[in-house]
């Protein structure tokens, strides 16, 4: 049964991760567990005879200085260097079948002035961590648990875009909301809309500025060391360009990450959250902004009119007119949308396409979004399977089921 929403990118999250996956990231606390004898340091090699030294095609002082719990050392030394505030390092005095355990060596060395030793009484009982509970909770695949699932979610364009691609990858992805490892151009995402909107907050804008914030929310994301440089590499470069070729466009009448939790819509509540909106004048006509990091698309493409193109990025446009136009009483009128593309096309250009949105559109819109509903209501997918071996969605609902 799934209770909570799992959200593995969130900044706020706790990010579990091993000691190598850690190197070049920071974080405000660090823990780090199973800090016992064996497991770190000392391990026991069960599948190896030692050798005589003889055997090694090294001389006896070389050996004599090699200790093989160095890199151990060094990998803890990593882990332990994460943390800008605290560090809490522990080790279990038992293991599951009662035989005592002995700290890591690795603890000992620390200089104890720098430790603050704190017992807990806290046991672990095996069967009361794995065993399934007997509750075990509707089946996600009953009709009536995916309607309920389905009417208390509020619909986003990402769940309407994922649907209209696929049925099943809505489901597992919006509804079900499956967790997923963030990737590293998500990851990248994230760090420049964030940037942006601390750069439209601050009261001088200016570069250095914004790339500082982007390499701090950089940082907070995810990466290994290498995606890390190339993302900061790749992110910098973008941004001081972005910010000297428009900077002296931008007005200051925005509003930024304009969330819109709910819009009622027959059945159903759509919402969403706008990149930035710009106010155009006192009638409170608007500008919607959306910006994209990914590669930088033409206006067909955005459109949905070259081959294999979606459309999803015109669609997201409509929906936000559709959200403003039922919000508030119609307080911020949409008078264009702009798909600002924060990374430059292969001449070096950057990208901003804008459009206008007619009220054709979002009734044609709301056509779509009624049929989705009827669609789901009567679990009229049921039966979509496709060949794209690229998604494992359909070989999870076969393995469940
Ligand atoms: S395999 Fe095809 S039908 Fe199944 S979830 Fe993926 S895209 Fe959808």
Redesign the pocket.
């Given at each position: 049964r799934l209770e909570a929403k799992i959200d593995i990118g969130s900044k706020n999250a706790v990010k579990l991760m091993t000691a190598h996956g850690s190197k070049g990231l920071e974080f405000e606390n660090v823990f780090i567990i199973g800090l016992f004898d064996g497991h770190w340091g000392n391990k026991r090699k069960r599948t190896m005879i030692k050798l005589p030294n003889s055997i090694y095609a090294l001389d006896d002082q070389a050996i004599a200085g090699r200790d093989e719990n160095d890199d151990e050392r060094r990998l803890l030394f990593v882990a332990m260097t994460r943390a800008k505030k605290q560090i809490f390092m522990t080790y279990p005095l038992k293991n599951y079948d009662g035989r005592e355990l002995l700290p890591s060596m690795f603890l000992s060395e620390i200089n104890s002035s720098l430790i603050q030793v704190r017992p807990t009484d806290i046991v672990l009982d095996k069967t009361l961590q794995f065993e399934p509970s007997a509750d075990m909770g509707p089946n996600i695949y009953e009709k009536e648990f995916i309607v309920d699932l389905f009417k208390s979610n509020n619909l986003s364009v990402t769940g309407l875009n994922n649907y209209l691609e696929?049925p099943?990858?809505y489901f597992y992805n919006n509804l079900l909301r499956i967790p997923r490892a963030k990737d590293k151009h998500a990851a990248y995402g994230t760090a420049v809309h964030n940037a942006l909107r601390d750069l439209f907050l601050a009261k001088n804008r200016n570069a250095d500025y914004l790339l500082e914030q982007f390499e701090r929310y950089l940082i907070e994301e995810r990466l290994s060391e290498a995606d890390h440089r190339e993302s900061l590499a790749r992110g910098k470069k973008a941004l001081s360009e972005y910010f000297k070729k428009y900077n002296t466009n931008w007005g200051n009448k925005v509003l930024l990450e304009y969330n819109i939790p709910a819009v009622e819509l027959g059945d159903i509540k759509i919402t969403g959250k706008i990149d930035k909106i710009e106010i155009l004048d006192k009638g409170n006509n608007v500008n919607v902004v959306d910006y994209k990091t990914g590669r930088a698309k033409t206006r067909n493409e955005l459109m949905g009119k070259t081959q294999n193109a979606t459309g999803n990025e015109r669609r997201q446009l409509v929906f936000y007119k559709l959200l403003l136009d039922n919000y508030k009483n119609g307080l911020y009128k949409m008078k264009s949308g702009e798909i600002d593309f924060v990374q430059p096309d292969a001449k070096n250009n950057f990208r901003k396409e804008q459009f206008f949105i007619a009220d054709e559109d979002t009734k044609e819109l709301r056509e779509v979004i009624t049929r989705m509903v009827d669609e789901i209501t009567d679990l009229k997918f049921w039966d979509?399977?496709?060949d794209?071996k690229d998604?494992q969605?359909?070989v999870l609902r076969k393995s469940i089921k």
């Amino acid at each position: 049964r799934l209770e909570a929403k799992i959200d593995i990118g969130s900044k706020n999250a706790v990010k579990l991760m091993t000691a190598h996956g850690s190197k070049g990231l920071e974080f405000e606390n660090v823990f780090i567990i199973g800090l016992f004898d064996g497991h770190w340091g000392n391990k026991r090699k069960r599948t190896m005879i030692k050798l005589p030294n003889s055997i090694y095609a090294l001389d006896d002082q070389a050996i004599a200085g090699r200790d093989e719990n160095d890199d151990e050392r060094r990998l803890l030394f990593v882990a332990m260097t994460r943390a800008k505030k605290q560090i809490f390092m522990t080790y279990p005095l038992k293991n599951y079948d009662g035989r005592e355990l002995l700290p890591s060596m690795f603890l000992s060395e620390i200089n104890s002035s720098l430790i603050q030793v704190r017992p807990t009484d806290i046991v672990l009982d095996k069967t009361l961590q794995f065993e399934p509970s007997a509750d075990m909770g509707p089946n996600i695949y009953e009709k009536e648990f995916i309607v309920d699932l389905f009417k208390s979610n509020n619909l986003s364009v990402t769940g309407l875009n994922n649907y209209l691609e696929c049925p099943w990858s809505y489901f597992y992805n919006n509804l079900l909301r499956i967790p997923r490892a963030k990737d590293k151009h998500a990851a990248y995402g994230t760090a420049v809309h964030n940037a942006l909107r601390d750069l439209f907050l601050a009261k001088n804008r200016n570069a250095d500025y914004l790339l500082e914030q982007f390499e701090r929310y950089l940082i907070e994301e995810r990466l290994s060391e290498a995606d890390h440089r190339e993302s900061l590499a790749r992110g910098k470069k973008a941004l001081s360009e972005y910010f000297k070729k428009y900077n002296t466009n931008w007005g200051n009448k925005v509003l930024l990450e304009y969330n819109i939790p709910a819009v009622e819509l027959g059945d159903i509540k759509i919402t969403g959250k706008i990149d930035k909106i710009e106010i155009l004048d006192k009638g409170n006509n608007v500008n919607v902004v959306d910006y994209k990091t990914g590669r930088a698309k033409t206006r067909n493409e955005l459109m949905g009119k070259t081959q294999n193109a979606t459309g999803n990025e015109r669609r997201q446009l409509v929906f936000y007119k559709l959200l403003l136009d039922n919000y508030k009483n119609g307080l911020y009128k949409m008078k264009s949308g702009e798909i600002d593309f924060v990374q430059p096309d292969a001449k070096n250009n950057f990208r901003k396409e804008q459009f206008f949105i007619a009220d054709e559109d979002t009734k044609e819109l709301r056509e779509v979004i009624t049929r989705m509903v009827d669609e789901i209501t009567d679990l009229k997918f049921w039966d979509k399977h496709c060949d794209n071996k690229d998604c494992q969605y359909c070989v999870l609902r076969k393995s469940i089921k």
